[in-house]
């Protein structure tokens, strides 16, 4: 089952502002991952943040993690037309051995605005 | 950095064929791969987890002899729809895991098929 759930659903911004997507999650997590999708592709791994940590950065991502909440933040800076595309955060659930075993969010589609 | 290659990207066929998916790892082994389900605008299913030399773990709810998995080698895993219908239309989407880079995924480009 999916315990990913992601808002907003959708989100339109122009281009040069910032996009901001959230994410809840329901189990104990190893560690939460961010994924992109252009439409009718694959996914493309952005960023990962482990339990123990609480943001990390990558160019123009920043990830936020509230393990007491449940909760991760996507924020994109200064947002670029290019950057149109469905993101999806996932999770790895907490102990266990099926490494590479994702959950993922229903996802929020962002459309950047030239 | 590791490229995973899946083909066909579009299937179309005939109600009762088979399909065959395949999905493989050109620069690193992945003895690991998983297949997934993904209906428009939705969220990705995970449909079963594909271990090289062994049988594949599949998810409640998805039949095993509809979707036969295959991975008999480090680079390549093959998902086989068989005797398909138009209920399984949809885009099929493959990963791998580098036994050796973190914990990230690395996904094909998709296959969208499409059952008449």
């Known amino acids: 089952s999916q315990q990913g759930e992601e808002d907003p659903q959708a989100l339109s911004i122009q281009e040069g502002e910032n996009a901001t997507m959230n994410c809840s999650y329901k189990?104990?997590?190893?560690?939460l991952q961010w994924y992109r999708q252009n439409s009718g592709r694959g996914l493309v791994h952005l960023i990962l943040i482990r339990s123990n940590e609480r943001e990390k950065h990558s160019g123009r991502l920043r990830v936020t993690l509230d393990t007491s909440k449940k909760s991760s933040s996507l924020l994109i800076t200064a947002s670029r037309a290019a950057d149109t595309a469905s993101y999806f955060c996932a999770t790895r659930k907490a102990g266990g051995t099926s490494y590479g075993k994702l959950t993922f969010g229903q996802g929020t589609i962002l459309t950047v605005h030239p | 950095g590791a490229v995973v290659s899946q083909h066909p990207s579009r299937v179309i066929c005939k109600s009762g064929t088979s399909v065959k998916i395949e999905c493989r790892s050109l620069?690193?082994?992945?003895?690991?791969m998983f297949w997934y389900r993904q209906f428009p605008k939705k969220s990705l299913m995970l449909m079963a987890t594909s271990n090289e030399g062994s049988k594949a773990t599949y998810e409640q709810g998805v039949e095993k002899d509809k979707f036969l998995i295959n991975h008999a080698s480090l680079t390549l895993s093959t998902l086989t729809v068989t005797s398909a219908h138009p209920e399984d239309s949809s885009f099929y989407i493959c990963s791998a895991r580098h036994s050796f880079v973190d914990e990230k995924l690395f996904f094909g480009s998709g296959t969208q098929l499409s059952v008449l």
């Open positions: 189990t104990s997590i190893n560690n």
């Open positions: 620069d690193f082994q992945a003895t690991t």
